[in-house]
C-alpha cells in the first residue's frame, strides 16, 4: 500500500511547498484553506474543554482545521479516559 500523501498544510509547514511549488500546481488550484479549530465545543465539561486547549496548542500551528473537530473530540475523551481510568491495550488498537 503507498503512503498516504502529505496534505498541504503538512507540506507548507515543512517548506516542500515552497521550495517545490510546481510539484503542487493541481492541488493548489483551489488555493489553500485554513480555518482554525476554534473554540471548544459547548457540551464539553470543563475538564475536557482544558484537554482540548492542551492538545490544540501542543500541536503544530496550522494543523489542525475546523475539519478535526469531531476527531479532536474523541482524542479529548481518550485522553481524559487514558488519565482517570486503566484503559486496556485493546480499546487503543485499530
Known sequence: M??????LVELA????LQRHPDHYVSRLSGGIVLTS???PPGHLNANEKVTWAEI??????????KHD????EIVVKM???MRT???KASE???
Open 13 to 16: 509547514l515543512s517548506g516542500t
Open 79 to 81: 485522553v481524559i479516559r
Open 37 to 39: 479549530i476554534g473554540r
Open 85 to 87: 481510568t486503566q484503559v
Open 69 to 72: 473537530r469531531i476527531a479532536l
Open 56 to 65: 490544540v496548542k501542543t500541536a503544530p500551528p496550522g494543523l489542525l482545521t
Open 2 to 7: 503507498p503512503k498516504p500523501r502529505n496534505s
Open 92 to 94: 487503543l488498537s485499530p
